[in-house]
């Protein structure tokens, strides 16, 4: 059984983009069955302090987030979810860091 | 939310000619200035936010830019629609480096963050749609326009 994984979904200002795509991930682990993401939502300006204070399994940011501010924790682009495009795999992607 | 309350008569422009994507953003914002929907620190924080996190979304071969910035520079809640005569360049919301030939955009307002999810939703099924963002480039006249929108909402 997968355990709960906590995401930062980010974006430019916290409100638009990363919430077309927080609701993706959490729609993801609840049409597989698995427990449901402790989401992080966030501005990119913010990612940095939340990565000191949580224990994050991934992070999903909708537009280009600096490697620098992501201290090698897995990244896993969340524009698909805008665009529609290569929505599959980044849905794929998703999953299967969910269920590791 | 009704879909008759996100899109304005008053704020469609139909095959509208930009040099560039400064002059895209003078425009609506100039013209939403003066129906007080916005404040006039709009223009300002419009472009630094396009600047620092750009919104042209690759979309496919009919490509779209959804711009928007802080809620607290506007005074209402609806979206803007823009289509061009020609394309106008954006940068890449993931890639900003790249500049992409965009053909419409639909500019994001928003007064309160609680609005917002169905909102989104509504966007995100134009915007994902290549035949959805077709109808709104070949159509040619503001009632149609609005009408359309009010269709993709039911």
New interface residues.
């Given amino acids: 059984m997968a355990t709960q994984k906590t995401v930062i979904v980010c974006c430019a200002s916290s409100m638009i983009t990363s919430t077309m795509a927080a609701g993706k991930v959490r729609e993801i682990a609840s049409e597989n069955g698995l427990p449901e993401p402790n989401i992080i939502q966030c501005k990119f300006s913010e990612v940095e302090g939340e990565l000191n204070t949580n224990n994050v399994d991934f992070i999903v940011p909708t537009g280009h987030l600096d490697e620098t501010v992501t201290h090698g924790v897995k990244t896993i682009s969340g524009t698909p979810f805008v665009t529609g495009v290569n929505e599959d795999k980044a849905s794929n992607e998703i999953l299967a860091a969910l269920e590791a | 939310m009704q879909v008759e309350e996100l899109v304005s008569d008053a704020d469609i422009f139909i095959d509208q000619e930009f040099q560039d994507e400064q002059e895209y953003f003078e425009m609506v914002a100039t013209h939403l200035l003066e129906e007080r929907k916005v404040k006039t620190s709009f223009l300002e924080n419009i472009l630094q ?1 396009e600047k ?3 919104t042209g ?4 071969e009919i490509k779209v830019a ?1 711009p ?4 607290t520079n506007a005074n209402t809640t609806q979206l803007v629609v823009t289509t061009f005569k020609s394309p106008v360049g954006f940068h890449q ?4 480096d790249y500049v992409i030939p965009v053909n419409l955009a639909i500019m ?1 307002l ?1 007064d309160n ?1 609680e609005k ?2 169905q909102m ?2 509504y966007i ?1 099924e134009i ?3 290549q035949t959805n963002l077709r109808e709104i480039i070949n159509t040619k006249n503001v009632k149609s326009m609005k009408q359309l929108f009010e269709e993709f909402g039911g």
């Fill in positions: 936010r620092d996190y750009p979304l690759n979309t496919g959804i928007h910035t802080d809620y919301m993931d890639d900003p994001i928003f963050p917002q999810p989104l939703k995100m915007v994902q749609s």
